[in-house]
DNA sequence: CTTAGTGCAAAACCTTTGCAGGTTG
DNA sequence: CAACCTGCAAAGGTTTTGCACTAAG
């Protein structure tokens, strides 16, 4: 129960973003005649007060350790839900298992995804003008919902580290031609 | 035997794709020093004589389908080693299993994807303009290899689907409420 | 001949499903 | 108090792994 008081307290800098997508949910569970259990809020809370991007697990890690025990497949059925509300988008960069991440509001928050080929990790960048020209963009028979744009590549970090390594290898490999002069 | 070379003919009309990529595997295998095997090579024929985008065990079904055993395990790691290689290019859309298509040769092959939520067909859309722009960003730290853009929303079809189920709804609920006012 | 690559079967992984019991409306 | 939702365990589908054998260089 502390724990429980505790965690509320902790997740109350987000309020700002928590307080109107449990509005949200509030309207949409209403709508559609489906029931506002607790478990459902406590998995909305969690989200919108904790990094934008998150994997199933994590999240399910995050409640247990808690004190907020829910099952796995709640958290699965509820993210489902949640996707279906249009609250949380779904992304599978790579061959990375799925990561969400609360959508995001406006221009101003919308974003698109750096991701490295070598080491998996994401960045997100903000670009509003090409965020705005892709947005802006019409299909004549399709009814466009949003986007993601993906980019690929290699991150500063392991640019750095592939340097070392080939760096390193010169010198193993000039070494060895020495070697076999010498001989 | 026979069906092997009747295979080989079937494919014939998209020699002009296969072949430049049996060169870049070439290439690829002789740098890394790896071998260069004729399940690597039939299976890069089979991809790059078939539709663009396919899935794991639809190609391996249709090697099989062919005569010509290779077991999921290789097409599976084949399949990883072009994609390394840089012939081959993975998709995730949505909740969907992973799919792949061949690297597009230049802006006008190159394309971003139209994905309907509701069926999860993907239509593919040339947009050289687009793929330009999005193609010139640089980053200061990230060394960009290539990108992908998803559009998600609702095909036609699903459209006109979605539009019936609402007008026969519309329609029950109109009788229901007559009912109702009858009593 | 050395060892990377393959095939097979089993395991791992993430996600969904079936069912019994609890909770919402 | 009906039916929806949850928890648990088991199954599902995809991808990876371990190991013995084959073949490329």
Redesign the pocket.
């Known amino acids: 129960m502390i724990l429980r008081i505790f965690a509320h307290g902790m997740a109350m800098k987000d309020d700002k973003l928590y307080t109107p997508a449990r509005v949200a949910l509030t309207a949409y569970?209403k709508g559609?005649?489906?029931?506002?259990?607790?478990?459902?809020y406590a998995i909305l809370e969690k989200i919108f007060s904790t990094d934008a991007h998150f994997?199933?697990?994590d999240l399910h890690r995050k409640l247990e350790a808690e004190g907020y025990?829910?099952?796995?497949?709640?958290?699965?059925?509820?993210i489902?839900?949640f996707v279906e509300a249009g609250l949380v988008r779904r992304h599978?960069f790579g061959?990375q298992?799925?990561q969400y991440e609360r959508v995001p509001q406006g221009v101003n928050e919308s974003h698109h995804h750096l991701v490295c080929n070598v080491c998996g990790r994401v960045r997100a960048v903000k670009d509003p003008t090409l965020i705005e020209l892709i947005g802006n963009l019409r299909y004549p028979t399709f009814k466009t919902d949003f986007f993601s744009l993906y980019v690929y590549g290699i991150c500063s970090r392991c640019q750095k580290k592939l340097k070392k390594e080939k760096e390193s290898k010169a010198a193993t490999s000039t070494a060895k031609k020495k070697k076999t002069q010498n001989h």
Chains 1, 2 share one sequence.
């Open positions: 569970l559609k005649k489906m029931r506002r259990t607790p478990e459902r994997h199933v697990d025990h829910v099952s796995l497949s709640t958290v699965y059925a509820t489902q839900l599978q061959n298992p799925a």
